[in-house]
């Protein structure tokens, strides 16, 4: 007879696609909890991190209250300890997160536009029309020219599954829809895509703005054209049956680059929505490779802020130190303490809110349980400012 386990063993396994990892709480060969690790490269500045994001976390009803959730993290967590990412992310439930070495990483930005019929003319010589196959290259340009220097936004390749789900709206449009801003020159400089398709979209904002039409992603090449996707979102929005009752329009973008500007100018709330333990929230992975890939941006920070400053920082944390050693010929990353002109300690997740820029670095430095010395964090607050980490909408796992 076949023997039967009693007890849950994990399994941790590539899936087909390639795109995901998935980690699984097993019993007899059927999944009593299970979380997904996906893979990303995100901006951070100049920097290119690679950062798991853990989505799809769940058990079974009849398995909860037994510890299987803590298991299938605490393992997936050590999996990531040993693999190449810097850091983790995950939109989180409240309360639940931290023990896993997690902190909320900052707010989620949205835009609100009110009084639909006020600029919803489109500029002189402007039109708007359907995405097509066609303006796949130029649209992905746009997102690349908007998000180079973001924080937060995803890293999105030629082959990226984002941009198979874009190209899926010329043959299901019922489904989903996007639409391009033309401007008098014939060409495409701004977009909006609903990406209804995208759990954030309709789980989320969909069901906290019923009376508003959510739209995905919008992007723009300046501020002409973000006067003309505006407007664009206005009139879609008056486009929409009688029946649903719209009077707003509801978007998801940090508040920089041209559309916020334009957004600025018109009848709009910008909101960030800051949650005390949930939502956005991050860890490091590894301090070392955390660092090294900082270092672009990092140097890019002490330039901008003139600094000639030389030395070395070691930063302590609970999961492991690196050191910082910045002159003339830029940044560079050690793995050993000795001659450390400066230390800071600090716990692993700050070190993170730091890196996003997800707080006032001054009020970070200020709550640790040993608050850095003031040459210290006038030096952490140079290399760590407040940014607008924002990861957009399409690429939320």
């Known amino acids: 007879m076949p023997t039967t386990n009693t007890e849950p063993t994990i399994s941790i396994r590539r899936e087909p696609d390639g795109n995901s990892t998935r980690v699984d709480l097993m019993l007899d060969e059927k ?7 996906v893979p990303f490269t995100i901006h951070i500045g100049k920097a290119l991190v690679r950062m798991d994001g853990v989505g799809g976390v769940g058990t079974d009803e009849a398995h909860r209250s037994r510890g299987y959730s803590r298991r299938v993290i605490e393992a997936a967590v050590e999996h990531m300890i040993q ?6 992310m995950l ?21 609100v536009l009110t009084d639909l019929e006020r600029d919803s003319a489109l500029p002189e010589g402007w039109s708007v029309r359907s995405f097509a196959q066609g ?21 999105r390749p030629d082959h990226h599954r984002t941009w198979k789900r874009l190209s899926d709206t010329t043959t299901a449009p019922e489904k989903d829809a996007c639409r391009v801003a033309v401007g008098p020159d014939g060409l495409v ?12 979209v309709n ?4 069901h906290n703005f019923n009376d508003a039409l959510v739209l995905g992603e919008v992007m723009a090449d300046g501020h002409h054209s973000a006067d003309a996707v505006l407007a664009a979102c206005r009139q879609w929005a008056r486009e929409e049956p009688a029946e649903k009752k719209v009077k707003q329009v509801v978007l998801s973008f940090p508040p920089e680059g041209p559309i916020s500007s334009a957004a600025m100018r018109q009848d709009a709330r910008l909101l960030g929505n800051f949650s005390a333990c949930g939502g956005s929230m991050a860890r490091v992975l590894n301090v070392g490779r955390l660092l090294e890939s900082l270092r672009p941006e990092l140097a ?5 802020a003139r600094s000639d400053l030389s030395g070395s920082l070691l930063l302590r ?53 040993e608050p850095p010395a003031d040459d210290v964090a006038k030096l952490l607050q140079t290399l760590f400012p407040l940014r607008y980490s924002h990861m957009h909408l399409p690429d939320r796992y």
């Open 300 to 304: 890019a920070r002490l330039r901008s």
């Open 189 to 200: 400089h701004g977009y909006v895509w609903r990406a209804r398709w995208c759990w954030y």
């Open 203 to 206: 789980d989320t904002l969909e």
């Open 317 to 369: 944390t609970e999961i492991g130190d690196a050191t910082l050693i910045f002159g003339p010929d830029g940044v560079s990353v050690a793995d050993t303490a000795s001659g450390a002109e400066f230390t800071a300690s600090l716990p692993q997740s700050e070190l993170a809110r730091l890196a996003l820029g997800a707080f006032p670095p001054d009020d970070i430095l200020s709550r640790l349980p």
């Open 31 to 37: 999944s009593l909890s299970r979380l997904w690790l």
């Open 91 to 111: 939109y989180g439930i409240r309360d639940f997160y931290p023990k896993f070495g997690y902190a909320t990483a900052g707010p989620d930005f949205i835009a």
């Open 83 to 88: 693999g190449d990412a810097a850091i983790s």
């Open 135 to 155: 303006d796949l290259q130029t649209v992905k340009s746009l997102y690349a020219r908007n998000t180079e220097r973001a924080t937060g936004a995803a890293v």
